[in-house]
C-alpha cells in the first residue's frame, strides 16, 4: 500500500469551555466580571464562535472526538451552536464556589485514555490558556501524536503554548473567518 493512499489520521479536539468563554467575557466586560458571583453563575451570553474552531481542528484531519467540558446549567445560549458542532458535552459541576480545574483534570484523564485506546488519532487539539495542560502535551508529544493549543491571546500561559507542536490564538481563528468587507475598488 502505497503511503499516500493511508487514511489520513483522525482529530481528537478537547474543550476547556468555560475558560475560553471567560477570558472572553473578561476581554468584554473588564478584568475580574466573571468570577463575581453575579457574573459568572447566571445565563452567559454568546461569545465563542464554535464552528470557526471546529473548522481549524477539522482542518487537521476528520473529527473522531469533540468534547467541551464546562458546568452546562449557564451556557444554554449556546444551545445550537453545540449542537451544529456536534459537540459531546461533558457536565461538571463545581464542588463549591470557588472550585477550580475540573475540567482541567477531567480534559487530560480523557485525553490520555483515548490516546491510549485509539490508534488512529494523530491529533490532539485543546483548547484552553492553562499552563495545566502542559503535563499532558508531555505525555502527548510522547505518544507520537501532533498536539495543537487555542487559547485567547490576553490570558493564555506561554509556556503552554510554547509547549504545543502549534498553537493558535482564538481572535486570529476568528479574524481570519471574518469575510473581508473592505469595498472593492475595481471598476
Given at each position: 500500500?502505497?503511503?499516500?493512499?493511508?487514511?489520513?489520521?483522525?482529530?481528537a479536539l478537547y474543550w476547556d469551555f468555560e475558560n475560553l468563554h471567560a477570558s472572553?467575557?473578561?476581554?468584554?466586560?473588564?478584568?475580574?466580571?466573571?468570577?463575581?458571583?453575579?457574573?459568572?453563575?447566571?445565563?452567559?451570553?454568546?461569545?465563542?464562535?464554535?464552528?470557526?474552531?471546529?473548522d481549524l481542528a477539522a482542518s487537521f484531519g476528520p473529527l473522531a472526538i469533540n468534547?467541551?467540558?464546562?458546568?452546562?446549567?449557564?451556557?444554554?445560549?449556546?444551545?445550537?451552536?453545540?449542537?451544529?458542532?456536534?459537540?459531546?458535552?461533558?457536565?461538571?459541576?463545581?464542588?463549591?464556589?470557588?472550585?477550580?480545574?475540573?475540567?482541567?483534570?477531567?480534559?487530560?484523564?480523557?485525553?490520555?485514555?483515548?490516546?491510549?485506546?485509539?490508534?488512529?488519532?494523530?491529533?490532539?487539539v485543546i483548547v484552553g490558556g492553562d499552563s495545566d495542560f502542559m503535563p499532558v502535551?508531555?505525555?502527548?508529544?510522547?505518544?507520537?501524536?501532533?498536539?495543537?493549543?487555542?487559547?485567547?491571546?490576553?490570558?493564555?500561559?506561554?509556556?503552554?503554548?510554547?509547549?504545543?507542536?502549534?498553537?493558535?490564538?482564538?481572535?486570529?481563528?476568528?479574524?481570519?473567518?471574518?469575510?473581508?468587507?473592505?469595498?472593492?475598488?475595481?471598476?
Amino acid at each position: 500500500m502505497n503511503p499516500s493512499d493511508s487514511p489520513k489520521k483522525s482529530v481528537a479536539l478537547y474543550w476547556d469551555f468555560e475558560n475560553l468563554h471567560a477570558s472572553l467575557s473578561e476581554a468584554r466586560w473588564g478584568e475580574g466580571s466573571y468570577n463575581k458571583p453575579d457574573g459568572r453563575f447566571k445565563s452567559q451570553e454568546p461569545l465563542i464562535n464554535v464552528q470557526a474552531i471546529v473548522d481549524l481542528a477539522a482542518s487537521f484531519g476528520p473529527l473522531a472526538i469533540n468534547r467541551a467540558y464546562c458546568n452546562w446549567q449557564y451556557f444554554g445560549r449556546y444551545r445550537d451552536d453545540l449542537l451544529q458542532g456536534a459537540i459531546e458535552l461533558i457536565q461538571l459541576f463545581s464542588p463549591g464556589a470557588s472550585a477550580k480545574n475540573g475540567a482541567d483534570i477531567r480534559l487530560c484523564l480523557d485525553a490520555m485514555e483515548d490516546v491510549g485506546r485509539f490508534d488512529h488519532i494523530g491529533t490532539i487539539v485543546i483548547v484552553g490558556g492553562d499552563s495545566d495542560f502542559m503535563p499532558v502535551a508531555t505525555k502527548i508529544k510522547a505518544a507520537g501524536l501532533t498536539l495543537v493549543g487555542i487559547g485567547d491571546i490576553k490570558s493564555t500561559n506561554r509556556h503552554w503554548a510554547k509547549s504545543c507542536h502549534e498553537f493558535r490564538y482564538y481572535e486570529n481563528i476568528v479574524d481570519a473567518q471574518a469575510p473581508n468587507t473592505e469595498p472593492s475598488t475595481e471598476e
